[in-house]
Nanobody, 122 residues
Framework: QVQLVESGGGLVQPGGSLRLSCVAS????????MGWYRQAPGKQRTLVAS???????TYADSVKGRFTISRDNAKNTVYLQMNSLTFEDTAVYYC????????????????WGQGTQVTVSS
């Protein structure tokens, strides 16, 4: 059993900043990729950013230069620093992690958090 718990969402004005956090816990043997997806009402869920266990990060074109993903392996935590927020960033943000469990360490599982709402509004 693996749990991902997000925090840090909320209401922010255009041009403002937020930092999202996601902590993984449970029967974890190893975490490979951690990342963030987002979904606005009526739209598809899309990748925002991800980081692998070599600290190599990828970003959606729409957030490059504004968002920064980082990872603390000792704490099983991934962060998303969001700067220069715009109305288009309004969405539910979901934490994602690929995890090998202690029970079956040779099988990698996909895990999702419950999501945290980010609203950019004046």
């Amino acid at each position: 059993q693996v749990q991902l718990v997000e925090s840090g969402g909320g209401l922010v004005q255009p041009g403002g900043s937020l930092r999202l956090s996601c902590v993984a816990s449970g029967n974890i043997y190893h975490i490979n990729v951690m990342g963030w997806y987002r979904q606005a009402p009526g739209k598809q869920r899309t990748l925002v950013a991800s980081v692998d266990n070599d600290a190599f990060a990828t970003y959606a074109d729409s957030v490059k230069g504004r968002f920064t993903i980082s990872r603390d392996n000792a704490k099983n935590t991934v962060y998303l620093q969001m700067n220069s927020l715009t109305f288009e960033d309004t969405a539910v943000y979901y934490c994602y992690a690929t995890v090998a469990t202690l029970t079956i360490p040779w099988v990698r599982t996909d895990n999702w958090g419950q999501g945290t709402q980010v609203t950019v509004s004046s």
